[in-house]
């Protein structure tokens, strides 16, 4: 048996595989595999070095994440998934969210609700007109995580030429909004 592979310089271009046997399919599969990850190395030099000992790569554009951040990034950025790594970052602030108010609720309507006028999580004392300021903040910022970063890539098929930029922003968006959470008060009652 033998392989033959042809890699083009995009993913949009057509790859091919000739293998003989039962083993084609999973050929195909691996050369497809093989060819994002050469084209990610290609595109996104940065992410090559995410599990490299030395800690070069994108690795220390992560290291400010908080840890319920940072540990899902790392090992979906590590293979290549940026859409993955942002929603798995929204599904830590969503559990996180619930855990604190006792709601079973999820994205926007969990975010208004939790850290709403109802501070069912209240992350000051929402006495001052700063601190209601604040508090309004933290639950626009998380409203604008799942709308304008968890809606999409949950509604589309993930795009392995992701923006690492990007990805970057939107985890720090989820890190500082579990930042918060870390300082806020335990949840009142649910009515």
């Known amino acids: 048996m033998y392989a033959s592979v042809t890699l083009s310089k995009s993913q949009r271009d057509t790859s091919w595989v000739y293998a003989s046997g039962p083993v084609k399919r999973t050929c195909e599969e691996l050369v497809r595999s093989l060819q994002s990850f050469i084209l990610q190395a290609i595109n996104y ?7 490299s ?6 690795e220390p554009s992560l290291r400010h994440l908080h840890p319920a951040v940072r540990s899902g990034a790392l090992t979906r950025l590590a293979s290549g998934h940026g859409d993955e790594a942002v929603e798995e970052a929204c599904k830590s602030v969503g559990a996180r969210l619930r855990q604190l108010s006792g709601l079973d609720d999820d994205g ?3 975010v208004t609700t939790a850290l709403g006028k109802r501070r069912l999580i209240a ?13 309004e903040g933290y639950m626009h910022l998380g ?11 949950a509604h589309r098929p993930s795009d392995p030429d992701f923006n690492a ?3 970057i922003e939107w985890l720090s968006v989820a890190s500082a909004l579990h930042r918060a959470l870390d300082r806020a008060k335990p949840a009142r009652s649910v009515p």
């Open 143 to 153: 409203l604008a995580l799942y709308r304008a970063a968890r809606n999409p890539r």
């Open 165 to 167: 930029d990007e990805v």
């Open 123 to 135: 992350i000051n004392d929402g006495i001052t007109r700063s601190e209601i300021s604040e508090q």
């Open 53 to 58: 000992r030395q800690g070069s790569g994108i």
């Open 108 to 110: 926007a309507s969990l």
């Open 45 to 51: 030099p940065e992410l090559t070095g995410v599990n």
